[in-house]
């Protein structure tokens, strides 16, 4: 057995108790000053101070990290991704500066349509070459677990491959992926008018087969002014229930259509984006208990008004950050980007985005009995920051702080500043 005890964290951020934290819940992170942690194989065993620890550890049978000086805090759950697919969009990047909308790209073919092609050509092999680059980057920047969505082939052989090669990286690369079946993530022009249709296709000829090789756990659906709508999004949510998936929506982005709401109808497990989220619609995820997963730099590229995390906080709701990774709105998964704009522009406090980041990002991918804390039983994903203290997150603005990564109680990352 390998036994591992990490000791004198200047702060141990434990994120420990009930999952997932709703409203002033997420304020307290369970901060332990001089923390200390006991590692065996891939399991946290003990959590306290360096004082109560160093008595039950017999220091000859342990290796010893020494995290003085340092941060200590749960792997980051990057809970909503779409980080495999072929090509880029980067002349839309530059089209938005000039003024253009994300939506008038998506109505003159381009947006997400315009990846479907690269995404079709490319083999298997080569979307897990480039996702594999993808979760290196991810790594660094301390992210342990990522959810990540198919939805750039919208045909049955595209769909399935692009899970193919998250279910492959999933075995082969350290980082965790939640995998997510999102063949409705839009309307390609020769299903217009048949959107109906398409979502038929999906659920009787491309979900059974999700089903039968385990490729997806979530089922996901773009529900849009545009796009799907609401009556359409609820038939397609309750069928995929109905075959075992958990649901996940992209929802009020921007227009509030009313995705919050479907969301608490249909049982989902988070409604992301939220831009347009309306009073209702808040308060209703708080009562079923749906995650609201907020994804700032999405607004930030496409220079839209932020969702309003502050509010839904104070209203009692649970909230997860993510960063929505993918080549259209949001070519970016920085960590350290999210925290600014999480305190900057949506107002909330550093420990509320860590907990947004950490354990509410591990229920909205569902597995807040595993990841998302330092607590005994769960799995001993974390990272270690330079600095000695969580204030360092927001305050050295947009730099990676992440010096270690402990996934699975290996040590799979380590940066040397040069
Ligand atoms: O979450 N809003 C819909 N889907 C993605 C965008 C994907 C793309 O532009 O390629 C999102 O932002
Ligand atoms: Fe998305």
Redesign the pocket.
Known sequence: MKKRYIRHASELVTCRGKAPKFGKEMADIGLIKDGAVIIHDDKIIEVGTTEELDKKVNMEEYEVLDASGKTVLPGFVDS?T?FIFGGY?ADEFSWRLKGDS?MSIMERGG??NA?VNPTREASKEELKEAGRERLNRMLEFGVTTVEGKSGYGMDCDTELKQLRAMKELDEEHPVDIVRTFLGP?SVLPQWKGREREFLDEMLCNVMPKVREENLAEFADI?T?QGVFNIEDSEYYLTRAKEMGFKLKI?AD?MYPLGGAQLAARVGAVSA??LLKASDEGIQQMKEQGVISTL?PA?AFCLKEEYAPGRKMIDEGCAVAIAS?L?????FTNSIPLLIALGCIYMNMSVEEVITALTINGAAAVDRADRIGSIEPGKQADMVFLKYPSVYYLPYHTGINLVETVIKNGETVYHKEWL
């Open positions: 909503h779409h969009r994300y947006g997400i990846t993530h773009f849009e992209h982005e992301d984006h994804l999405t929505d993918n080549p259209g709105s949001c």
